[in-house]
């Protein structure tokens, strides 16, 4: 693969919580963030600025950010949501309902099963257009099988104003 994980590692789509580890974590830079979402580093801050993040990314002493895995698998729901045509505002609302904590668990499934029905509507939008370009597809196979296919859809001669 390309370094980006798959979402299906983690079934639940939310970040895993941080295990404790024997020693400090190096953290991830901003470019090996971007390497592993295919986000670009410009995209990252917009990210950070619009609030999207689950956490108030660290900075090192030299300044530079500092993320960690959740992180990363938090960027990648992110990119699948965008990638099904959630707005980055309701984005932005799941991750605050998810930073603030246990409580709303409903409100964060409801946001979701707002989002699916969403993609199903669109998949059935997709579906119908797909019939229709099939459709013409196999008629224009079909002519062109048969020698019949010259004229087909040409625009129709003008005829003089009378």
Known sequence: MNGRRST???PGGLPPAPVASSGPAPGLSIGQVADATGLSVHALRFFEREG???REIP???GGQRVYEEADVDWLLLCGRLRASGMPIARIREFAALIRSGA???RDRLALLQEHERDIRAKIDELNACLEIVHGKVTTYEQHLRDGTAAGLWAPAPATPPG
């Open 52 to 54: 999207l993040f689950l």
């Open 8 to 10: 299906s590692e983690n």
């Open 103 to 105: 409580g709303n668990e």
């Open 59 to 61: 900075r090192s002493s």
